[in-house]
């Protein structure tokens, strides 16, 4: 069965650095890039960018160029999404999902809340 | 920012059919980019309704379908029922950012 599974929910100050991951299961994860999704409390889908974890190449949404950092490792089947300095707007929920180019996010993870308060 | 238009909400009485379009341009659904929706239901992660423009995955049922047309396409929800009350959100790629791009999406409400 193909899953995705996300790390759990974070609670950080602004100014603090952040790093959530995104495991595969049940599928060969160097196939299929992994998209991360972003929902702000109230809000719309959006996508962040993706990173096609057999070579580790990235592609990011203009939204979100410079402020993220996404990686991965694919002797472990796992994807991350990082911040250097959290700021309180980043507080979401974020969702990793399995997609080609051009192509449906066929499966997601369940998602991590991230919450940026002082 | 959201490249993909969608009306905020539409209802409907159970039972009803409702639809929700999704309007794009000539470097997303205009180009000949594929249309997939999704349901958000409160609490969950996305889960994919309708790929390909009008294709159901399996276990999806056949009061969901999708049609494409130009720069527009539209998800409709016959028999409306009282679980169908959550976020719809279209998407596509767009060739001029590159990237994928998701509608500005719609609440479905069962009156």
């Known amino acids: 069965e193909v899953q995705l599974v996300q790390s759990g929910a974070e609670v950080k100050k602004p100014g603090e650095s952040l790093r959530i991951s995104c495991k595969g299961f049940?599928?060969?994860?160097?196939?299929?890039?992994i998209s991360w999704v972003r929902q702000m409390p109230g809000k719309g889908l959006e996508w962040m960018g993706r990173?096609?974890?057999?070579?580790?190449?990235?592609k990011y949404s203009p939204s979100f160029q410079g402020h993220v950092t996404m990686s991965s490792d694919k002797s472990i089947s796992t994807a991350y999404l990082q911040w250097s300095s959290l700021k309180a707007s980043d507080t979401a929920m974020y969702y990793c999902?399995?997609?080609?180019?051009?192509?449906?996010?066929?499966?997601w993870g369940q998602g991590t809340l991230v919450t940026a308060s002082s | 920012q959201s490249v993909l238009t969608q009306p905020p909400s539409v209802s409907g009485a159970p039972g009803q059919r409702v639809t929700i379009s999704c309007t794009g341009s000539s470097s997303n659904i205009g180009a000949g980019l594929d249309v997939h929706w999704y349901q958000v239901l409160p609490g969950t992660a996305p889960k994919l309704l309708i790929f390909g423009n009008s294709h159901r995955p399996s276990g999806v049922p056949d009061r969901f379908s999708g049609s494409k047309s130009g720069t527009s396409a539209s998800l409709a929800i016959t028999g409306l029922q009282a679980d169908d009350e959550a976020d719809y959100y279209c998407q596509s790629y767009d060739t001029s950012l590159s990237g994928y791009v998701f509608g500005t999406g719609t609440k479905v409400t069962v009156l």
């Open positions: 999902a399995r997609g080609l180019w051009g192509s449906d996010f066929d499966y």
């Open positions: 049940g599928y060969s994860f160097t196939n299929y890039w």
């Open positions: 990173i096609d974890p057999s070579d580790s190449s990235t």
